[in-house]
């Protein structure tokens, strides 16, 4: 089991089939993992939003989502020579 105790960040992106990619790599050498997924247009709970003031005039839609990879810590080093 992964707990935030125990893990490490082993990549981000904002790639979907990177991300994907990567998932498959770990899933093949049995390592386990965890995806955070970070929406960065939505609000903060402490902020209504920024999209109401600013819209999305010029904005690239491809870096909407953030995703974080998080392995245990030991085996991050066998995870991070396979990617």
Request: charged fraction near 30%; include cysteine; glycine fraction near 4%.
């Amino acid at each position: 089991m992964i707990t935030i105790l125990n893990r490490k960040e082993l990549c981000t992106t904002y790639d979907l089939q990177k991300q994907a990619q990567v998932r498959d790599i770990l899933g093949q050498n049995n390592i386990d993992y965890i995806v955070k997924t970070v929406n960065r247009k939505s609000s903060s709970p402490l902020e209504a939003g920024t999209r109401v003031r600013t819209g999305t005039l010029g904005e690239d839609f491809a870096l909407e989502n953030e995703y974080v990879i998080y392995v245990k810590k030991e085996d991050y080093d066998l995870a991070y020579s396979l990617i």
